[in-house]
């Protein structure tokens, strides 16, 4: 089956490299959106680096700092509304992945309308929007580098990606892993396991292919191995460059390959249940890691995975090898000091025939390696809650 790869966006990677968010923005504007986070990246220094550089570009930027975790719809209204009072002519998004798709998605509505009737309605974005500038400053979603903003719906209770089209790419992403040095323990957890789920989905997807396989992998073998250097030491900036260069290879194999029913099961559980959602992918991706296996080509790039990872010795068979990528990953999530429970959240089984209507219909579920029926999301749901 023919596929397609496609990265857009100009990345400028390493240590100190935010002092070029002036730079690059000013190719596009003299008038800049800055948005954020409410805490996180003025704590860390990171806005006043961020403001510091558009200020010293001559770039006269306005703050939107509403951003929260599982950002709601009215947070892209509220910024895209600063967005036209201040007369924005670039968007520069710094913070987690929440921020960056509120961002992207304030970016791509036309000046003066609601972001609803796009995101619930199905009303067809008309782009090009605003050129966006993207600065993440957690090693995660890879938002910085795909065409989708992933955003809640409180009102329906939906957790869903905003897409339109290539040019929803942001034009630069600025990857600066220093910013990461102050990214607290659990966010760090959490983060990087949701770019470990998203490589090792991409890997296997039904969009895969061979650029696609080449960055997953590496971003697989990367993140597994320095992840839990940089929450045991997160001072260590070779193992928070890893993490931060890999979370964003994770993004730019799955824009192309697509991901799994790990994610497709994952937006209506977190939405529902108010769930992280990089726990909650980590959670569900050994179970349908072993469903997976069931699919030959499945088998054998889990088998290629465990070998990279020396989860596997050389000449395991693809079986064998399979289940050790499975056991391998619980042992990594076991040092990382996670247990992959629903328990945790005390998730009701009277909710999973719901969670599973819901996760059906996406594309996510429809690129997983194996068909996925509603009575398979249940049993995967019934086995994470053991």
Known sequence: MPNSFLVPTKVVAGAGSIASVGKETGAFGSRALVVTGRTSARESGALDKCLTSLAAAGIEAAVFDGCDPEPPLAAVDAASETARRHRAEVVVAIGGGSAIDVAKAAAAVPPGESVVPYFRGGKPLRGPGLPLIAVPTTSGTGSEVTPNAVLSDPGTRTKASLRAGDWMFPKVAILDPELTLSCPRDVTVAAGLDALCQAIEALVSQGAGPFTDALALDAAAMIAHSLPRAV???????????????????????????????????????????????????????????????????????????????????????????????????????????????????????????????????????????????????????????
């Open 232 to 386: 045991e030491k997160p001072s260590d900036l070779k193992a928070r460059s890893d993490v931060h260069y890999g979370a964003s290879m994770a993004g730019m194999a799955f824009a192309s390959a697509r991901l799994g029913a790990v994610h497709g099961i994952a937006h209506p559980l977190g939405a529902r249940y108010g769930i992280p959602h990089g726990l909650a992918c980590a959670t569900l991706l050994p179970h349908v890691m072993r469903f997976n296996a069931e699919n030959e080509e499945a088998r054998s790039k889990y088998a290629v995975l465990a070998g990279r990872l020396s989860w596997a010795p050389p000449g395991a068979l693809d079986a064998e090898a399979s289940r050790m990528a499975v056991e391998g990953l619980l042992k990594l999530m076991h040092r990382l000091g996670f247990e992959p429970t629903l328990r945790q959240w005390n998730v009701s089984t009277s909710d999973f025939g719901a969670i599973a209507d819901a996760s059906l219909p996406s594309g996510s579920m429809k690129h997983n390696p194996r068909a996925m029926s509603r009575e398979d999301v249940i049993a995967i749901l019934e086995s994470a809650c053991l």
